[in-house]
């Protein structure tokens, strides 16, 4: 069975369905023999949670690979993640609200220092603030020439991120990314990956070197490095797939982006986590799924600060009676992927989750770890079928056959 | 996902892969209330190892599918094995290292006793020597008469089993096996499965006959019996899937004409399985991977020996050091399948497997076991993704998607 047999088997109801996404959840041992961030944290409320509920682990997308954030996030879902792998401009255009059409193509853009022979020295340029990012946007958009028919945007993310926009006929994404992802070596050239994608490379070639002039006189922003092109393309939403009114309580803009991209609303931009949860609770009534993201998890395992992130499990834990006071039909609580901070990065280890549901079944599990969870009823499952089964909960949906 | 989403996200590093299989290795209790053969065994290696890796079960094919050796192994490394399910001649052509052409059909052979009527009556010809075998290759070489534009090739495998290989054009594989696989029945003819394989089926049934005629004389092998048509097929190797430089260090044909097919360089044959170890130890410092094959385990399994086979897996026990002393990043210990002396053959049960590596989060096995195994990290998997797990272990794999 694929991922969108429930597609067919939806029916609507009034229940209500909570996703609380600690980001890079899943993590490792510091040392042999020792427990993981999530199996050390102090965390009553998700141990008390985890018993009264079904156990399990996820693979975002199968054994042995590790996710980067937009893939691992459509399969929460309930999205095919290799079906659904676009590149990351869509991601951050969607992030950024940018108005899309069918005929944009879509870069994710670095600004980058370079030295005089044109070697990048810093990728990031120094971590540029947001309000220079914008100065330099500004300065690209008012100085850039283009051909006829075709138009630029140049939109600011965030720190050294940008988006960049080409909107015109027949632009294709099949071209080479220009970082080279080291420093000490020269920005690679955008190259035509197929054929078709010749005049697009020339467009993309052009914008670069352009970019390199107007911005030759900047001290640290003085070069673009792009990557993640993509086409416009249309997901169906989780309100047109499953029937589900969502909302998105996240801050970072991919996954708002993403939240968008599946039809989500996304709520205001908020700082903390207690932040997130107050919305949750003020926007309760009005929908019937909600997304609450939780950022610094995945953070604090890139920053491989494993005692920060036992600290983010502690805090998420002290909200826990604030969402069951909501009483929610389904209330899942996993990570989109887990981020050992032994190893400071992303990994391809299962994801302990929790699924509480009055028709959960009962299983052993005294304690929400990773080792418990092994034990969990839910068993080692494909992520993508988490969706399925948070609707089954909900009762939302129908019997598959007579 | 399936099995090959791995092989775009290859990185080559220094890593070293070892896979220590046990051939059919699972197994069952000899009696009601008992323990399996992996179970009895005293392996303190192998338990320690357990416990400090990641444990699990793994099914070769799927839920209740019995597999052959090929499958199985195929299966082992990462390739599908329905898709790759090729006729056991071809195995055969790569096991003796024929020197093969895409013109080539292969077909296995047992040579077998029929008595004056023509029904057979001992499908192995009393297990001949391979000696005898050649001979009687040698016999048939000369004296076969075949059409213009068609070569024929007999080559001994070991005592009653040799490779027959027709070279022409426009050879099809679609023929029906000759031998009936139960004695006091006649041969049966050598059917066109599709109307495109008639002339192929006609060239068969005149080898066939010609075969019996020549051998009419001989004692035991008095008759040819065709199994496993192949044409020739060529398989994306090791190196090209997986960036990876294998070296696979077995001893019988089947596997390592499995592990050709697959580009590993197969080291020269070996009679015991320490020799096997020091074959190992000796090239470890010039291949990524290593295929170590026990076959033993399977040959008791078999023959219905429990305490023999338990004696074996006693044996490969107390080489665990040799190995763990080499300190590869990655050290995988399973079978191919299960073959329980219970049952005197291959069966369907899952397989237990270890994997050993720095990066593996722990999960509750102290032992390793078929029950044990039950509650490993692994869960219950397919053992097609394996390999995936294998190379994300050695970091060998980047992330999947931004």
Redesign the interface.
């Known amino acids: 069975m694929g991922p969108d047999l429930i597609d067919r088997l939806i029916v609507k109801n009034e229940s209500k369905i909570v996703y609380l996404v600690m980001d890079g959840l899943g993590g490792?041992?510091r040392e042999?023999?020792g427990r993981?961030e999530l199996e050390t944290a102090r965390k009553p409320y998700l141990d008390n949670l985890a018993r009264q509920s079904v156990c399990g682990?996820l693979d975002p997308?199968?054994?042995?690979?590790?996710?980067?954030?937009?893939?691992?996030h459509f399969s929460l879902f309930g999205y095919d993640?290799?079906k659904t792998?676009v590149?990351?401009g869509l991601?951050s255009a969607a992030g950024v609200d940018f108005p899309m059409t069918e005929r944009d193509l879509f870069m994710?853009v670095n600004f980058a220092t370079i030295d005089r022979e044109g070697r990048v020295i810093d990728r990031r340029a120094g971590r540029i603030d947001t309000e220079e990012n914008r100065r330099i946007c500004r300065k690209l958009k008012d100085r850039v020439k283009l051909p006829a028919g075709i138009e630029a945007f140049f939109e600011t993310e965030k720190e050294h991120r940008a988006l960049f926009v080409l909107r015109g006929d027949g632009l294709q994404e099949e071209i080479g990314e220009t970082d080279p992802q080291k420093t000490r070596e020269f920005p690679h050239p955008p190259a035509a990956l197929i054929p078709e994608a010749a005049a697009t490379a020339g467009l993309i070639r052009s914008l670069m070197d352009q970019s390199k002039a107007i911005l030759a006189d900047e001290e640290k922003a003085n070069m673009v490095l792009f990557r993640?092109y993509s086409r416009f393309h249309r997901f169906a939403g989780m309100e047109e797939r499953f029937g589900l009114n969502a909302l998105a309580i996240a801050s970072y803009p991919m996954y708002r982006g993403i939240s968008r991209l599946l039809g989500m609303t996304v709520a205001p931009q908020t700082a903390t986590i207690e932040e997130e949860i107050q919305t949750l609770e003020r926007c309760y009534n009005d929908y019937d799924f909600f997304f609450v993201h939780v950022k610094p998890t995945d953070s604090r395992g890139e920053d491989g600060d494993f005692e920060a992130k036992v600290k983010v499990i502690e805090e998420v834990d002290t909200f826990i009676p604030r969402i069951t006071a909501l009483e929610p039909d389904v209330l899942v609580v996993t990570g989109d992927h887990s981020t050992p901070a032994a190893?400071a990065g992303?990994?391809?280890?299962p994801v302990p989750a929790i699924l509480a549901a009055k028709t959960c079944r009962p299983d052993g599990v005294a304690r929400f770890g990773?080792?418990d969870c092994?034990?969990g009823g839910l068993?080692?499952m494909p992520m993508v079928y988490l969706m399925g089964l948070a609707l089954a909960h909900a009762r939302r949906l129908e019997k598959f056959g007579a």
Chains 1, 2 share one sequence.
């Open positions: 490792l041992p042999e023999g993981t682990l997308i199968g054994y042995g690979i590790t996710p980067g954030s937009g893939p691992a993640p290799v792998n590149g990351r991601l994710r993640g190893l992303h990994s391809w280890h990773e080792r092994v034990a068993g080692r």
